[in-house]
């Protein structure tokens, strides 16, 4: 887990938690820190998307099914990382097959029973609206997509592209 102060916008001092990627030490830490999130930042891959829409999608339907995280409804926003690849797909794309699989896993979890459920919601949680398609709008946060690189459009030797992540976080700072 990276915790980091970050001071760039308006004066006012925003703590990010950044989660490891393992599932065990990721699901802790998100337990641990939950109940105070002022907002939810979540970081895709753009370029490796389609070969892991399904584990992002897992991850993202704990998070949005968890009774805390419902209950506070903190702004999520879905950054589109590596923009600056060729292949990365581009923030609509993301949101659209997010909310096809989001809405697939809607349908399994609810089919199955209780004991095989794994998003730790116990089933009770809805994701969306009853008997309509998921779709991000009918959650009780805010979400946004923007893309974003952290090497800058031509790789590495140029400056991140983050105004469009930075604007999001001085709206919540």
Same mark, same amino acid.
């Given at each position: 887990?990276?915790?980091?102060?970050?001071?760039?916008?308006?004066?006012?001092?925003?703590?990010?938690?950044?989660?490891?990627?393992?599932?065990? !030490?990721?699901? *802790?830490? @998100? +337990? #641990?820190?939950?109940?105070?999130? /002022?907002?939810?930042?979540?970081?895709?891959? =753009? %370029?490796?998307?389609?070969?892991?829409?399904?584990?992002?999608?897992?991850?993202?339907?704990?998070?949005?099914?968890?009774?805390?995280?419902?209950?506070?409804?903190?702004?999520?926003?879905?950054?589109?990382?590596?923009?600056?690849?060729?292949?990365?797909?581009?923030?609509? !794309?993301?949101? *659209?097959? @997010? +909310? #096809?699989?989001?809405?697939?896993? /809607?349908?399994?979890?609810?089919?199955?029973? =209780? %004991?095989?459920?794994?998003?730790?919601?116990?089933?009770?949680?809805?994701?969306?609206?009853?008997?309509?398609?998921?779709?991000?709008?009918?959650?009780?946060?805010?979400?946004?997509?923007?893309?974003?690189?952290?090497?800058?459009?031509?790789?590495?030797?140029?400056?991140?592209?983050?105004?469009?992540?930075?604007?999001?976080?001085?709206?919540?700072?």
């Amino acid at each position: 887990m990276k915790l980091q102060d970050y001071n760039r916008i308006k004066g006012a001092t925003l703590t990010i938690i950044d989660l490891p990627g393992h599932d065990s !030490l990721r699901y *802790q830490f @998100l +337990e #641990k820190f939950k109940a105070a999130a /002022r907002a939810v930042l979540f970081v895709v891959d =753009s %370029s490796a998307f389609q070969k892991e829409v399904r584990e992002v999608a897992e991850f993202l339907y704990s998070i949005l099914t968890d009774s805390v995280i419902l209950k506070n409804a903190p702004p999520l926003l879905i950054a589109c990382n590596k923009q600056d690849i060729t292949m990365a797909k581009s923030a609509k !794309l993301i949101q *659209q097959q @997010l +909310e #096809k699989e989001l809405n697939t896993l /809607r349908v399994t979890r609810a089919a199955a029973p =209780s %004991s095989l459920d794994t998003s730790g919601s116990g089933g009770a949680v809805h994701l969306g609206r009853k008997g309509k398609e998921f779709e991000f709008s009918h959650l009780p946060m805010k979400v946004e997509f923007v893309e974003c690189s952290a090497r800058g459009n031509k790789g590495e030797d140029n400056e991140a592209e983050l105004e469009h992540l930075e604007m999001w976080l001085s709206k919540i700072a």
